[in-house]
């Protein structure tokens, strides 16, 4: 592949086929970081999603945020996996990342509204004589679609309660903050050109930081449930409200895809190599 990021110069992988970019994950380049790290995280949310399955007080509600989860991780696997492939089929697969980081901001916002919501805000008149939580789900599910508008439209990678967790909360935002800090400023290859090539440049600090603020946000929504339900604070959301606004979501992706559906019908030439057999 040409070169796609102005201060990594070495490492990126020749154009190939879907079989040519599995086998690519087993030796180096410099995807091999954000591939892995986020394929190796997929066993760390599905070890959540059996904790919530066998528990006996398993909640709706963090089953649709661990279901967001699982789509971000296998999202951005799937993206930087099959970028190799080729310019047309990069665009696609960065398009399934957005999209997989847009279902989980939509279940994490569902979460956070029911169980790290005030309640005085659950009730209190919104837009349109829905109730402000109503009108934040919805809000939320407009915003949400915004980077796969954005994703598709530019087809190209952008740079960037009642409280019973609050150390937990500031974790989260802070490993996502400095994950994105690193990321913008394409630091630290932008004062070495060509010396984090292959390792710790800014992208692979990212995925380091997106599974930390994972990991510490599944934590403090954990912590707040259990705060909820000790308290019979636990929100009374019903369990259609978080439904509609996950349906409206698909909605609004296929929607957004169909609008746009020119941009993936550019004719391309296949990939001139072609992998062996295993």
């Known amino acids: 592949m040409a070169q796609s990021e102005p201060y990594i110069y070495r490492g990126y992988r020749t154009r190939t086929d879907f079989l040519g970019s599995i086998r690519s994950l087993f030796y180096l380049h410099n995807e091999s970081f954000n591939c ?3 394929i190796l995280g997929l066993p760390m949310v599905l070890l959540y999603v059996l904790e919530e399955c066998i528990s006996p007080s398993s909640n709706p509600i963090m089953c649709i945020y661990l279901f967001g989860c699982i789509w971000f991780i296998f999202g951005s696997s799937f993206g930087h996996t099959f970028c190799c492939y080729d310019r047309f089929t990069r665009h696609v697969s960065f398009t399934i990342d957005y999209i997989g980081l847009t279902i989980f901001t939509c279940c994490s916002g569902i979460a956070y509204a029911s169980f ?21 789900l919805i809000i939320l599910s407009l915003c949400s679609m915004i980077s796969i508008y ?3 439209w530019t087809r190209t990678l952008p740079p960037m309660s ?3 967790s609050p150390g937990l909360l500031m974790s989260q935002f802070i490993a996502c903050m400095a994950s994105c800090l690193f990321y913008i400023s394409r ?3 932008c004062i070495y050109p060509g010396k984090f090539d292959y390792l710790g440049h800014s992208h ?3 995925h380091v930081g997106a599974l930390l603020g994972l990991h510490y946000q599944k934590t403090a929504l954990s912590y707040d449930l259990k705060f909820a339900l000790m308290n019979n604070l636990a929100s009374s959301i019903p369990i259609q409200i978080p439904l509609v606004c996950l349906t409206f979501l698909f909605l609004s992706i296929l929607v957004t895809l169909m609008c ?3 941009l993936f019908s550019v004719k391309h030439k296949a990939p001139t190599y072609k992998s062996k057999l295993l």
């Open 36 to 38: 892995w790290s986020h």
């Open 187 to 189: 630091f630290p290859e």
């Open 116 to 136: 790290s919501f005030p309640l005085e805000l659950q009730t209190k008149p919104g837009l349109f004589e829905f109730s402000f939580l109503e009108t934040y």
């Open 162 to 164: 009642a409280f019973a």
């Open 260 to 262: 746009f559906r020119h």
């Open 150 to 152: 954005q994703a598709v």
């Open 204 to 206: 692979n600090v990212f």
